[in-house]
Antibody, heavy 120, light 106 residues
């Protein structure tokens, strides 16, 4: 059974850096074709894809947020970390991580999400 | 950057067919997927690679993709299908989501 779980702070101040961790089980991020992506959803709004890291350490970022994002993986710990700098109240959202498979070009299993509020 | 457009809302009567469209430039080449999201829950993949259903997804969910438009069809819509639906494209090894469509079963 594949599971993913997001963790991190629930509240950050404007201009601070957000660090989120996705801890997963049931698959390996060293397996060819496997990736982990991050997606966010502001309250009442649409999903927005943020970043993706592949088994071979290839990394992809949303063009609109690329300058603020860093994604890394720790294969031995089954974790993927997303860092977002210079947080702003508009970054208030639920942040999800999900397994990505290049074979189906979709996000087939999602975590439960973690809510992050940006406020002073 | 690549953009996908969906209608904000679709209404359907129980037992009828709901069709949700997703428009984007040359979308037929970008492996459209669809996700269902109910309030307070994480999205669930219901269609991938235009027409394929993951294990456990009911047969009443089907997809198509031609030209600039992908379509999710729910046949024999049930009350439990009331949710937000998002299309997603695969563009240059990255993901793009549509704006989402709220399906209301009246």
């Amino acid at each position: 059974q594949i599971t993913l779980k997001e963790s991190g702070p629930t509240l950050v101040k404007p201009t601070q850096t957000l660090t989120l961790t996705c801890t997963f089980s049931g698959f390996s991020l060293s397996t060819s074709g496997v990736g982990v992506g991050w997606i966010r959803q502001p309250p009442g709004k649409a999903l927005e894809w943020l970043a993706l890291i592949y088994w071979d350490d290839d990394k992809r970022y949303s063009p609109s947020l690329k300058s603020r994002l860093t994604i890394t993986k720790d294969t031995s710990k089954n974790q993927v970390v997303l860092i977002m700098t210079n947080m702003d109240p508009v970054d208030t959202a639920t942040y999800f991580c999900a397994q990505s498979l290049t074979t189906i070009k979709a996000l087939d299993v999602w975590g439960q999400g973690t809510t992050v509020t940006v406020s002073s | 950057s690549y953009e996908l457009t969906q209608p904000p809302s679709v209404s359907v009567s129980p037992g009828q067919t709901a069709s949700i469209t997703c428009s984007g430039d040359e979308l037929e080449y970008k492996y459209a997927s669809w996700y269902q999201q109910k309030p307070g829950q994480s999205p669930v993949l219901v269609i991938y690679q235009d027409t394929k259903r993951p294990s456990g997804i009911p047969e009443r969910f089907s997809g198509s993709n031609s030209g600039n438009t992908a379509t999710l069809t729910i046949s024999g819509t049930q009350a439990i299908d009331e949710a937000d639906y998002y299309c997603q494209a695969w563009d240059s090894s990255t993901y793009v989501f549509g704006s989402g469509t709220k399906v209301t079963v009246l």
